[in-house]
């Protein structure tokens, strides 16, 4: 393609039989854009083969074996290509001129297209999806390119015109007989005598549709049919023969195609007489034959095949199928009755030999089965369910052995192969075939092949440890037997307790099972060899080499990071390992001591590195390594044995027998060596721990946890079912919790099955745990561990029984599922959903029904929008749905399933409807007329005789009451003036049974025949059938009489709440309640109703009473208070119901129910006796959250309830022995002081809590002295602090157990010895691993510093211990432990802590004296005549070393070292004796020497503010500081900054001050502030700026100052000024960006608002150049330039940076870049002279420029005029080049002065009249320029003006050869150097012109220039200047030198 044409490639290709290259779509691009049809055709041959990309033919017939999917990918990989064909037909067919283009690339390409689809459909018989994708791409864009196709009209025919067609058709002969016939006839007449044409003549005439051939033939095969039903095999051939058709092969054709059975029996008669059939058509026809025989009448099939439903097999939907089977058939409704089953020939061909097999044997019997194939019987079999065919055949299948068994065999041979792919039962009975198979031996390979299916089918016939595991040829790929890769499946699934009883079971070992040696396996498992190591121990016990493997490899597991050996023990600190394993080594302990040799490096151990490892050991190291004095002599052989005589539990003399190296061994003792499993060992020294249920069950052991559970707690119990209930509770919670681990949740089943509690509810849940946990994992960047701590804290609470998460878990699950029935291919090839999906939604419904939420009704959704009706109603029957819910459903189907269901389900009773015909008391109306009717027989009589009575209503009731008789008192009530209330109370009454009718009616003193009934009377029946629960009769009456009164739904409410428990429809009929009762109260106020409201309330209170005392059981009280939270209004003088409902809520879940006394008889003191005695219940079972709960409600004290708590818990950690470890301890100390402080009981509890643990912690073991010492000043510290909060604070009793607490301090710092004083302060307070410990939690609650405690009498020396009074109540070492930590004391400033000390303990300390002798000196409290004697002393020595320092050597010069500088210090001058004693004690000062100087700070600063000290002391730091800061004294900063070191003050708070000061300084008046602020800032910057330097973070200090902005009065804006130039200084200090950003959006608010509308334009450039960002602050610059004050801006000393000139030219570049004055004022200003310099070129160039404007010939005619703007410019570059060399910019000025050059020179040319232009000159004019020019010297300037390098070598031969100016080469040869290059050069473009004598002289004369005289020599000889060269041979300088070097020459 790059030398020719595609065409040619194509041709290259074909001829060589390559393949074509797929180039690429840019070289379509390419082609189409040149219009290259040949590059398009070619890329489209590239690109035929997308069925099969490969090149070779053979190949390229496989299709059958072609990926569809890579058919699709390559389609759509050339839709590109194919979109920019399209594309550019379109673009081409809108322009004419591109037509004939248009046409050839749409006919290419349809071409393309065309033949891909055609080569697909003929290689392919069916399309599946991928191929039905790719036609479907390609059909589109042949349906888009035929648009652009040229159209050809079908020419328009009208009747006239087809009339006159067929009057000029000829007349047929045999018209005359055809007319006479039908037809048919006409046309098989034609055909029998070969006149077909003269029939479509005849047809034509007639406009029969046959006229066109083809529905003539049509109409002729219809004959031959006919005919062939006639058998007129005759007359059918001839037809075919005459209509050209090959008559066997349309006989053929009918005959397999044909459904007429009669046809097809009699053509194969015909044919096979003829014997056209080949062997497999005549095998076909047999099967045919056979098979209608089978189903031709009715047959039984075998009756020992149980008949299961058809719901058993997966059926297919074959709607689509079937209608075409039924259009082929064409069968009527009676025809199919008649069971006459026509079947196709050619359906048979297509059927192989498994089909035909399986139809068959439906119908064969069992005896034939053996001549079937195995494949066909087995799925046959199973496919039914056979059980009894399929166990026997199994049982056949095991004794199959040996020939003569298969000759005596009923059933043909079966393989497991068959098996694994032939079976299509259900997997239940598929488990059970495999399951018998499996005990036999026999297993799938599938299952063999994967070990987890191998395992699960090995548990279902007994697991893998029993005593005959079918498993004796097993073997996996890697060559494993069972055994191995058993012991290989826990090693990966870390099932450390299985294997160890699986080991133990098999007796496996390393000699019998070679897998347990596999020295990889221990590397990656260290607990694997560890396990194996000690099975071997127990295997020989004798061998003390076992204990040692056993021993490394325990060492192995706690040093995994190398191979375990005693040198690594020793190296990882493991000393006592090390040393105990040595034990066992052979040879000991001894063999390491004597520095033999090992082979065995694990043995092998480096005395020096034993050495070094005994340093913690000195006894046992100088035992095993003595030192010897003597060389000589020879260390005693003293051993470890030795050592341990003196030792009576580890006696040498009664142990070690085992060992050969203990000589000490008594002859009786035992040479076994001792081990953990022996009796006498474990009952005397063995310490047994008892691990509870939940241990187990942590680690998958149900049975133990069941034993531990039953021996430790069960069998002790005395409420056994509470207690089983309450762990079943914890074991669903931990099942829960671990539900990602199969293991754990695994045998929490397995303990609540042990229980005998239902699992099914954790079985349930642990699915769905894990559904939506692989559901939410789905994607591989899905963070597992996060989602499944996410689902376990939903876990949690769904245990809680929280209803929001159990409705979350539920979303989440149906998503779950939802999304696993998608990728199992949810829709199935019949649109209908598979029966497996409804198997897995099974677990949504049995999550709904265990958590008791609604039904989820996804599913059935999901069926009914795929119109699968068999599945929804499946579905809804198998999980017992509401017909309401199912219902409501069905609108989702298509309207014809809709018709049927609803038919279907019409007749499903409703839940009301049954409800209301199952109560009995419903039908009883009916029973009582029919006994009224056989009792009464005249009740005629009794209603006309009440017609007689005056009050007749009146007279029926009672006439009712007497007969018993209900129905009367209905009569009655329909008379006029009836009043309902009394016909209602006979009626209710009459109807109930005489008993209750009694307690109704006991009010009533006389007969109740007679007696007026009214609201009282009905009041005592409602009670008392409300309280026998006759609700029923109730609803009933007042149905009958009163059907609108709110009462009947109060009494519904009553019944589905105490009857059928449905709270939600009670809530609902309750709040229609209320409404009503709303309604009846307004409608009260304007009508009288017959009923009171006052009346309604009171018995709906009697009812709501009623109902709470007639709960059964708790939940029943809990859902009514529930539903009867807020309507307490209804409750008059009733129970608080919102508290009771709260209480139920506490309580649910317990065994503690709320008792009814308090139901029936409610008062606020029993509802508090309630509580208080539930509270004590719920604290005795130890439920403390719920008891706490119950504290709440009632207001009860929580103290002894929290402390019980705590007190359990401590109890608990004893028990489990965690208390002995210090950690748990701490932990639990910090948890109760929380807990106390959460649960805000009593300070006086809280410590005596303490106080008491503080006691039982003082009297530990000896050897637990040191951490139980700590641990009890933890405790008194905790009570101390609790007891600080207490109001008012107890001072007495903190002291004393601030002085308990030192004696524990003292008595720690006693036993760990001098180790306190090394150690780094507060080191000790942090253990290693980072955690808590006694000191650091002690530090934490210290409540040394409390107020209350540090009064001023502990720093007064009023009871100060001094040296002669002190008591020694300590020891030596307790004084010394003291006197180091009241040292520490004082370092840390706790003066008061160390004084209360000393004073606790009558101590002196003598730093302690000095420091409150330092603040008593200052204060003035004591003279120097009041101290202490020792302090005197102190004092006069000092004073007689400085006069003797005075009086001897004069004073040094020092450094200045007052306090305030913490440095050394001198003596001060004798002026101030306070000072100078209070210096001097200082410096005698070992610890508190701070607090010294603190002191000696105060006395100084009160000195110099002028007041005493006890002022200065009495005042907060801050007072202090401020004092100071406005003392303006010079060295206040100094000051400043020592008392801020000194004191400790927080920045935050010396941040605050500084603003302060420094707002307060601005404000101060001050004469001319106003300008010192503007022309003078620095300094008072600087001093601002020191300030702000006296806090750590200047941050804070800016943002005090922008806080103080606002407390600025108005109008001070110099002072807002300045504090926002000094915020920026500090913001700038400490890079805060955010500080910066608010000082600039302040200091633009500032501008605007009140600088520039006051003209304050001096404190505009004050902000501008304080702060100094220019950049950001250009507005200013703008206001400044619109105000006319921009001048100001270029005062002197202004801008010390430099920084603002820079900024202000920027400005005026970007901003005002035509305002030239400005910058040049600004440049000569600040004397920047590099940009004076680029103004000044810059005018330059603009004069050039106007005379590059116009042609050179225009401005000569204006020579003047051009003068002048040359001279101007020749004026600015001098001033330019002037000022960049004053700037010292050397590249610039060079560059101006040879322009000034070049425009002198053209002046100069101007003036002698050149008309030369050298100025403005482009570079391709610069040559010719350059070689015009008659001198050198202009041309080098020229050439320097324009930095060009012009060709000199040209420019010289020009001048000099051909125009002879030897002047030229002169000046050229004074300014360059005459290179030989040069002559040579010039000589050979001589040589390339034809010479002249003028040229040959020149040339003659330029070489004489030349200095080489060789070159001079060698191109006078080249050019033939023989005379030349003849002058310079003779010449004595030159010819010896010349005929030296040709000599040289010539000889080289």
Known sequence: MIHGSASTVDSLCHLNAWGRCSIPIHALEAGIENRQLDTVDFFLKSKENLLNPSSDPSVRDRFAHFPSDLYLRNVEELTPALDLLCSAIRESDSETQSKHFSEQLLNLTLSFLNKQIKELFVHTEELDEHLQKGVNILTSYINELRTFMIKFPWKQTDASDEYDVNENVPKVKESDIWEKLSFEEVIASAILNNKIPEAQTFLRINSHSAQSLEELIKVGLNLVFDNLKKNHIKEASELLKNMGFDVKDQLLKICFFTTDKNIRDFLVEILKEKNYFSENEKRTIDFVHQVEKFYSGPFQENTQIQSFPRYWIKEQDFSKQKSILDSVLKYHKDEFNKQEHRIVLNWAQWWDQLTQESILLPRISTEDYKSYSPEALWRHLTARHDWLSISLWIEEFHTQDSYASLQQNKWPPLTVDVIDQSTCCNSYMRNKILDTLARNGIFLPSELGDFELFLLRLSRIGGVMQDTLPVENYSSKEGWDFHSHFIFYCLEHSLQYLLYVYLDFYKLSPPNCPFLEKKEFHEAHPWFEFLVQCRQVSSNLTDSKLIFQASLANAQILIPSDQASVSSMLLEGHTLLALATTMYAPGGVSQVVQNEENENRLKKVDPQLLKMALTPYPKLKAALFPQNTVPS??????????????????????????????????????????????????????????????????????????????????????????????????????????????????????????????????????????????????????????????????????????????????????????????????????????????????????????????????????????????????????????????????????????????????????????????????????????????????????????????????????????????????????????????????????????????????????????????????????????????????????????????????????????????????????????????????????????????????QVCFLLKLMLQQCRTQYELEKLLRLFVGIEHLFSGGPDVKKLCALSEVLKGTSIAISHVIITSYSAESFWHECRSILERLQTEGQFALARRVAELAELPVDGLVIEEITQEMQTLKHIEQWSLKQARIDFWKKCHENFKKNSISSKAASSFFSSQALLAGMPPAEEQRGAVKERHLLLTLAGHWLAQDRPVPVDELEELEKQIWLCRVTQHTLEGNQGEIEPRFSRQISTSGQLSFDSLASEFSFSKLAALNTSKYLELTGLPSRDSCENRLDGKEESSLNFLIGRLLDDGCVHEASRVCRYFCFYNRDVVLVLHCRALASGEAGVDDLHPEVQALLRHAELLEEEEESGVPLRKGQSTSSLDAQSLVMAPPSDKVLADLKTLTSRCRHGKNFCRQVLCLCELAQELGCSYTDVAAWDGEAVLRATLASQQPDRCRRAQAFISTQGLEPDAVAELVAEEVTRELLTPSEGAGHKLMFHPAEESQTFLHLTMLCQDPTLVGMKLLDKISSVPHGELACTTELLILAHRCFTLTCHMEGITRVLQAARLLTDHHLAPNEEYGLVVRLLTGIGRYNEMTYIFDLLHKKHYFEVLMRKKLDPSGTLKTALLDYIKRCRPGDSEKHNMIALCFSMCREIGENHEAAACIQLKLIESQPWEESLKDGHKLKQLLLRALTLMLDAAESYAKDFCVRQALRCHRLTKLITLQIHFLNIGQNAMLINLGRHRLMDCIMALPRFYQASIVAQAYDFVPDWVEILYQQVILKGDFNYLEEFKQQRLLRSSIFEEISNKYKQHQPTDVMVKNLKKLLTYCEDVYLYYKLAYEHKFYDVVNVLLKDPQTGCCLKDMLAEEAHI
């Open 633 to 1098: 002599i020879l260390p005693h052989d003293i051993t470890l044995y030795h050592l341990l005589q003196s030792l009576s539990p580890f006696d040498p003399g009664r142990l070690f027998g085992w060992q050969s190296a203990n000589t000490l061994a008594l002859g009786d003792v035992s040479g076994d060596l001792p081990h953990f499993s022996r009796p006498d060992l474990v009952n005397k020294y063995a310490v047994v721990e008892r691990l509870n249920f939940a241990y187990y069950l942590h680690h998958g052991r149900p049975s133990f946890a069941f034993g531990a559970f039953l021996v430790q707690e069960l069998i002790k119990s005395k409420t056994p079912k509470q207690l089983i209930q309450r762990v079943g509770d914890e074991a669903y919670v931990l099942g829960l919790s671990s539900f990602h681990t199969p293991s754990v949740g695994a045998a929490c089943i397995c303990f609540l099955e042990l229980l005998g509690l239902d699992s099914l509810k954790l079985r349930v849940d642990m699915k769905v745990a894990n559904v939506i946990l692989s559901y939410k994992c789905r994607n591989e960047d899905a963070k597992y561990n996060l989602v499944r701590e996410s689902l376990a804290e939903k876990l949690s609470k769904l245990a809680n029984g929280e209803k929001a998460a159990t409705e979350e878990l539920l979303v989440l699950l149906e998503e779950g599922t939802g999304n696993s029935t998608q990728q199992q291919e949810v829709k199935s090839s019949n649109g209908g959903l598979p029966s497996e999906s409804s198997s897995r939604r099974a677990l949504v419904v049995q999550f709904c029904r265990l958590h008791d939420v609604k039904m989820s009704t996804s599913y059935l959704t999901e069926c009914a929008k795929a119109n699968d009706w068999l599945q929804f109603i499946i579905h809804s029957q198998l999980h017992n749905y509401r017909p309401e819910e199912v219902k409501s459903l069905l609108h989702y189907f298509s309207p014809v399933l809709q018709d049927h269901l609803r038919l279907a389900f019409e007749n499903f009773p409703s839940m009301s409807n049954c409800r209301m015909s199952s109560d009995p008391v419903c039908n009883k109306a009916p029973q009582q007329l029919r006994k009224s009717k056989e009792e009464m027989t005249d009740f005629f009589e009794i209603l006309l005789q009440s017609s007689e009575e005056p009050n007749s209503w009146c007279w029926l009731l009672a006439e009712a009451v007497k007969q018993r008789a209900p129905i009367l008192s209905v009569l009655a009530s329909c008379l006029q003036d009836a009043s309902a209330i009394p016909c209602l109370c006979v009626w209710i009454i009459t109807s109930v049974e005489d008993s209750v009718a009694a307690e109704a009616v006991g009010h009533i003193e006389d007969s109740t025949e007679g007696h007026t009934w009214g609201l009282e009377d009905l009041s005592a029946i409602w009670r008392t059938l409300l309280t026998r629960q006759k609700s029923r009769t109730l609803i009933r009456g007042f149905q009958l009489f009163f059907k609108d009164s709110p009462l009947l739904l109060v009494m519904e409410v009553y019944e589905l709440c105490m009857f059928f428990k449905n709270y939600k429809e009670a809530e609902a009929k309750l709040l229609e309640f209320q409404k009503s009762l709303e309604t009846l109260e307004t409608a009260a106020t304007r009508v009288h109703p017959l009923i009171p409201a006052s009346w309604l309330k009171e």
